[in-house]
């Protein structure tokens, strides 16, 4: 059983920064892309930064150049920095990742998701 933890949210002032976590467990033969997406109130949810197994990231224009992604392979955990905060960021940040339980048998897993909200 896969399974992705995600830590890290909270309230902050805008203009403040937060870092979010996300940890996968369970019988995993190699994690692919990972990512952080996020669904705002009565909007669709949207890609936030993602992050490929060798390093290479992708961001959503709103977020570029104040978000960071990151991941540790090792640990099989994904990073996001959020700095420069808006209250537009305001949303239920949730992790994902396509793993690869076999080499040939893959799944795309999502956390549970952990609220972010800025104050203006």
């Known amino acids: 059983q896969v399974q992705l933890v995600e830590s890290g949210g909270g309230l902050v002032q805008a203009g403040g920064s937060l870092r979010l976590s996300c940890v996968v467990s369970g019988n995993i033969f190699r994690i692919d892309d990972m990512g952080w997406y996020r669904q705002a109130p009565g909007k669709q949810r949207e890609l936030v930064a993602v992050?490929?197994?060798?390093?290479?990231?992708n961001y959503a224009d709103s977020v570029k150049g104040r978000f960071t992604i990151s991941r540790d392979n090792a640990k099989k955990a994904v990073y996001l920095q959020m700095d420069s905060l808006v209250p537009e960021d305001t949303a239920v940040y949730h992790c994902?990742?396509?793993?690869?339980?076999?080499?040939?048998?893959?799944?795309?897993?999502w956390g549970q998701g952990t609220q972010v909200t800025v104050s203006s």
């Open positions: 992050i490929s197994s060798g390093g290479s990231t």
């Open positions: 994902n990742a396509d793993v690869r339980i076999r080499i040939l048998i893959r799944h795309e897993y």
